[in-house]
């Protein structure tokens, strides 16, 4: 209808039409192409973990997890753990950050008492540093990081159900070990655990932050936190402390959501007393606490706000160790 | 470019050069609208209840949910737990259906012994059956639907948990009791509780539905359910069983997930032989168990195939009952 008017022998008509025709169709396929392209971008808001999925990544990395430990001065219950958590399921490959600074790695040792089923990676540091530990390694593959203190034992089981449970929730940090803010009269912030309440919150309990000593959580956020800002590096490297703390602010900002999922470990046990080094953790100095407290409020000025949020959700094994776990009146 | 071979005078080139454009800037708007009008949709299948909200919702429907009991020949029982129902938190309206087909409901002594926080309606049925419960009632506000069997109790710490978890999940069904399906090797499925053990799963168990008779699930899916083919209400009705299984089938295609998320009830009571009635549930049937895997096999058919997956998560209050609920060796 819209040539009509136009007059034209039928042949150079029809040679229009067509030209006409394959301009709207070149036009709708571009303009298709550019809409559909948004359709990955809002996939990728609600899955980080595609977006930033690895190219390298095989096959077997996809359902697997990278354990990334931090070591300093506790060798012998390093090789312990490097034992134990050989034989976890999923386990794709050991990263071991050796704060041990100008210390010789035990990898000969290690190697000479093989073969083991999973590779160990020694990262030897320069600076003995908190935040060492989360570092974009360059061999980490998988999307999945397991990071576990090195004075931390958690049961095969207990790590084999809380990977599953990340797997439903990629965006946050699943571990077993929860903590949280209050927030006082004052203004001012205090962290702590279960032996503070929260005010005028009757049954139950709630928490804010999951600590990374004991947690899976998505290599993705390693990655952003290297694009975090001077003032909390500074911080962190200040109190030798609160890199933990720094990674529920960044998980919780990213996603709006609470920072952490807490999984209830059937067997978790702290080994520090093992250590034949003596050496006791960072964790026992007086000032810690205050320290952790002091860095929630310093890290709300550097978000210029407190995107850490409440969650009174406890995840278990459905029938694990046994039925009684769900066992009821009725 | 593409109009230099049509030899014409200049204004009627302008006049067809004009109408190339609009036309294309026509098709452009349309193709636009067209697939920008994907991204809602997209949305949608995330959050079906943004989609769904009522026009009518009031402010304070939008933090409440509504209960609906369905009952039959309990009455004494149905007045026990409506008097208890009246104090939970965040109940906007009972809902009650009242399949006693020609037997006066008792409005009048429930509103001489008033008055009561919370409204009661009492939907009289023309016919007693099983599914009367999945209509869409006008007189549902909420986005938030609890629906509970007439001869069950659940402690109001429960409710306001759970309902604080559906918040959470809200396309899924949120509630305390768990039933799984099992695959034969036959290909023949078997419907069950604990007693049966997925082949070859290890430790812990799984579960595939959460029933409906103790549950919180999302006002859409009563739309949706009226929307079933006439199969599903076929199986219904022969059976006058198996409605909250065809419900975790409808929640399951629906999400692409487990269709329910089990919450570990701390106080749930079977108050059945406490009627007076004498009458006891449908489920002590010797063939109901037989009648329910008869429905998933059904139902696969009906469905041309199985959407219900397996979840192995079980959610506790954290910090309740007491600190000991989450307390670990370490």
Chains 1, 2 share one sequence.
């Not at 990334?68 to 990263?95: G, S, W």
């Not at 936190?225 to 500074?234: G, N």
């Not at 109190?239 to 067997?267: E, R, Y």
């Amino acid at each position: 209808r819209y040539f009509h008017f136009c007059k034209l022998p039928g042949r150079v008509k029809g040679i229009r039409l067509l030209r006409f025709t394959s301009v709207v169709i070149i036009v709708l396929l571009l303009v298709a192409g550019a809409l559909t392209a948004l359709l990955p971008s809002i996939k990728d808001d609600k899955m980080p973990n595609l977006r930033r999925e690895p190219k390298t990544q095989s096959q077997s990395a996809l359902d697997a997890f990278t354990l990334i430990m931090q070591t300093y001065n506790r060798t012998d219950l390093l090789l312990k753990l490097l034992n134990h958590y050989q034989a976890i399921p999923h386990l794709h490959k050991v990263i071991v950050v050796w704060n041990n600074i100008g210390e010789k790695i035990p990898e000969e040792m290690w190697n000479s008492l093989g073969p083991h089923p999973v590779p160990v990676v020694f990262k030897v540091q320069t600076v003995n540093r908190m935040r060492n530990r989360l570092q974009n390694f360059p061999e980490l593959e998988t999307k999945a990081v397991l990071m576990m203190d090195d004075d931390t034992l958690v049961s095969a089981h207990d790590l084999t159900f809380a990977f599953s449970v990340w797997q439903q929730f990629p965006e946050q940090i699943v571990g077993f070990v929860p903590r949280k803010h209050i927030s006082t009269p004052s203004g001012v912030y205090s962290y702590g655990s279960f032996e503070l309440q929260s005010p005028g919150f009757g049954n139950g309990d709630q928490y804010s932050m999951v600590l990374i000593g004991a947690a899976f959580f998505h290599s993705g956020y390693l990655e952003d936190f290297q694009r975090q800002s001077e003032a909390v590096y500074a911080l962190i490297d200040e109190t030798q402390n609160c890199d933990d703390i720094a990674m529920n602010f960044l998980v919780a900002k990213h996603t709006g959501k609470p920072s952490g999922v807490f999984v209830k470990p059937v067997d978790i046990r702290n080994l520090e007393k093992d250590t034949n080094s003596g050496y006791s953790g960072m964790w026992h100095r007086a000032e810690h606490l205050l320290q952790r407290s002091y860095c929630v409020n310093k890290l709300v000025n550097i978000y210029d706000g407190m995107p850490l949020k409440y969650s009174n959700i406890m995840i278990s094994q459905f029938g694990f160790p046994n039925y009684a776990n769900h066992k009821n009146k009725m």
